[in-house]
């Protein structure tokens, strides 16, 4: 009972309350009181990585090659305080030294030698944190700044056919004031009634590279995740317990956030609408892993069918699949991107392309894989070889794989392993964000659009994400037929109207959302649509793409002239636009969703001030953000192209009905 009670004290009340129930208790017993002030020491080791450039060493050695990124493993120690006033809050600080040690991948010289740099940088830091126990119990987080001292600037630089040379970094920052977070868990190995407290503490902590540049000059950076433990001690005083009097448990009562849902349903139902779309090519060629040839699913053609191909060929006998959902049609125009660039080039005598190969490993593999690109087009097209460069590096220019990066980077690196067209002859670019845009022309698609996304009904459920484990639609005709759709998670779902409506012209119907809380209850919701199904084959639509580089911060604001100047004239009065944003699979699903809903709602902004100047009146949006959500994504995310291609904005322009 006794090691009960010392393992959790509030556990043991009510365990002693329930065999004692009904008796009063008056027994007083003798305890101490957890201190408030602890000492002690810790130690830890700092796994530290660099990202960022450097070259120049100091004043006197600048070496020839660049160095990156880098990592180590070096000792952490400290003397630490802690004041506790209560059982959630209080103070840290820490006394340390902090070493920031480690070694920079290597690179290869211009002598075709193999380069090393390695560096023991390291302080004495200062850490004053703040200190939460959030359970009260063992488990707290700590975070706050840093004030670093350097005391130790070292490096070492090796070459091959070169003596090692030993030296101090020049232009170091002798204080650095950064920050960290981190958490940590008490475990005591004191007897409770003991004057003397005595904890070991496991640890961990993150420091971020924010504000900690440890050189003025060039960028290099480094961040560190810190693991340890820490030995403390303190003195408690003497108190008398208070009396155990009887209680009534009681479950503490949890508030649900109430879920908002609507249904957003057509008048009516368009069954296919003829669609004019600007369909943008990357400007990528991806390699498979472990090869330098171009893959198979690339089309190629002979002499004999190059001499007679035009790009104008690829609007006819593609599948005619275009519509919401993924499209081999538009895949099948950007595996012809080799024929497409030969022809535009033959076209264009004056235009010229620079191919920059990266292959995840070194340059001489991505430069092979430029090669054989430029093999195709000057075999199979006759394009002079003097009008096509060729470029190997380890990474492209705008590199899916992001410095710091831990997280699905299997699928990242494919990405990574690409050939990029590059350009500055306009006849083969795209005026999408502008001068700096490096998408291809594009290429005009007209074919019919089956199961467009205004005739679909969307199921609006504010509040789904956060509140319900998940929700389910049950759709109810007038005889009593119910249709079961689901179970979702975010907030917005989808299902075409064609679907509901089945083998009916027009239909009523009950709609009523069931949802799941998180604490174990049923929300239901209720609302109801009318449906008509309409066919019009005269009507024509226009569709236009913006894609995104995987890059987060990446906003909507880059393409404004785009949709200003392109779309915005295309919009007849009272006609409608749809604006609908998709991500890859890559990344945490809630925030795909979030970022595609704030793209899309961004580019209605710009869109609807540009025809507010324009004196356009009686236009319709719809804008919606789909996330990576596989039944509305425009490709399947197999494919490093299918992933680009899904990370898209998409503009439907709809004339009045």
């Keep these: 009972m006794l090691q009960f009670h010392l393992a ?22 003798v305890k101490r ?77 211009p002598c075709n030698c193999a380069a090393d740099l390695s560096t023991n940088i390291s302080y004495v830091a200062v850490e004053p944190s703040l200190r939460i126990a959030p359970f009260s119990n063992a488990f707290y987080i700590f975070g706050g700044p840093t004030l670093s001292f350097n005391v130790s600037k070292a490096f070492t630089y090796t070459q091959e056919k070169q003596p090692d040379t030993r030296g101090d970094w020049s232009d170091i920052r002798k204080t650095v004031f950064s920050a960290q977070a981190g958490a940590g868990i008490d475990i005591p190995v004191s007897a409770r009634t003991s004057a003397t407290q005595m904890t070991v503490s496991p640890f961990v902590s993150f420091l971020t590279d924010f504000g900690h540049d440890p050189r003025s000059v060039e960028s290099w950076s480094f961040y560190t995740v810190r ?33 908002q849902f609507s249904v957003r349903a057509p008048k009516v139902v368009p069954l296919s609408r003829q669609v004019k779309e600007t369909f943008p090519l990357i400007n990528s060629v991806f390699f498979n892993q472990e090869s330098t040839d171009i893959p198979a699913r690339y089309i190629q053609l002979n002499e004999d069918q ?162 319900l484990k998940s929700w389910t639609v049950d759709v109810t005709d007038e005889q009593g037929n119910v249709q079961h759709y689901g179970p979702y998670t975010q907030d917005q779902a989808s299902v075409s109207g064609k679907t509901i409506l089945g083998n ?10 069931i949802g799941q809380t998180k604490n174990g209850g049923t929300i239901e919701k209720e609302s109801s649509v009318s449906l008509m199904k309409m066919d019009d084959p005269k009507q ?26 392109v779309i915005t004239p295309l919009v007849p009065e009272n006609g409608t636009v749809i604006i609908h944003g998709h991500t890859d699979i890559i990344g945490d699903e809630a925030y795909n969703h979030t970022l595609s809903h704030e793209r899309a709602t961004s580019a209605q902004q710009i869109i609807e001030q540009a025809l507010s100047k324009a004196g356009t009146k009686g236009v319709t949006f719809e804008s919606y953000g789909f996330g990576e959500d596989a039944g509305t994504a425009p490709f399947d995310n197999t494919l490093p192209e299918e992933r680009f291609y899904n990370r898209t904005v998409i503009i439907d322009i709809i004339p009045a009905k």
């Design 540 to 565: 024509e639509g226009l569709r236009y793409s913006i894609l995104f580089n995987f890059d987060q911060s990446k906003s909507i604001a880059a393409y404004e002239n785009f949709l200003t100047d």
């Design 8 to 29: 959790n004290k509030k556990f043991a009340i009510m365990f002693l309350v329930s065999i004692f129930a009904g008796v009063a208790g008056h027994a007083q017993k």
């Design 306 to 467: 190059a001499a007679s191909f035009k790009e104008a060929q690829l609007q006819e006998g593609q599948p005619d699949n275009l519509n919401n959902g993924r499209s081999a049609r538009q895949l099948a125009l950007y595996h012809n991107i080799l024929n497409i660039m030969g022809d535009r080039l033959r076209s264009n005598p004056q235009s010229t392309i620079t191919l920059i190969g990266a292959s995840g490993k070194n340059p001489a593999e991505g430069k092979i894989m430029a090669e054989n690109i430029k093999q195709y087009l000057v075999t199979v097209f006759g394009i002079d070889g003097s009008r096509i460069n060729i470029d190997g590096k380890d990474k492209p220019a705008i590199s899916s794989e992001q410095p710091g990066g831990d997280k699905e980077l299997a699928l990242l690196r494919e990405e990574d392993r690409r050939v990029d067209i590059v350009s500055a002859s306009p006849e083969l670019l795209m005026q999408v964000g502008g001068s700096s845009s490096p998408y291809l022309k594009p290429v005009e698609i007209t074919s019919v659009q089956t199961d467009p996304l205004d005739s679909h009904v969307l199921f609006n459920t504010d509040g789904a994400a956060e509140s």
């Design 227 to 259: 693991a340890g433990i820490a030995l403390k001690f303190g003195t408690s005083r003497k108190s008398i317990a208070k009396p155990i009097e009887e209680s009534v448990a009681t479950s503490p009562v949890v508030q649900e956030k109430d879920v």
């Design 504 to 513: 009916n012209q027009q239909g009523n119907y009950k709609i009523m959302m």
């Design 33 to 109: 009181t957890q201190p408030v002030w602890w000492f002690g020491e810790s130690a830890a080791a700092n796994f530290n990585t660099y990202r960022g450039t450097t070259q120049m060493l100091n004043n006197s050695l600048t070496v020839p090659t660049a160095f990156h990124k880098g990592d180590g493993v070096k000792p952490y120690l400290s003397l630490l305080t802690e004041y506790r006033p209560n059982k959630v809050w209080g103070g840290m600080l820490n006394i340390a030294y902090d070493n920031r040690g480690g070694k920079f991948d290597g690179v290869v010289a």
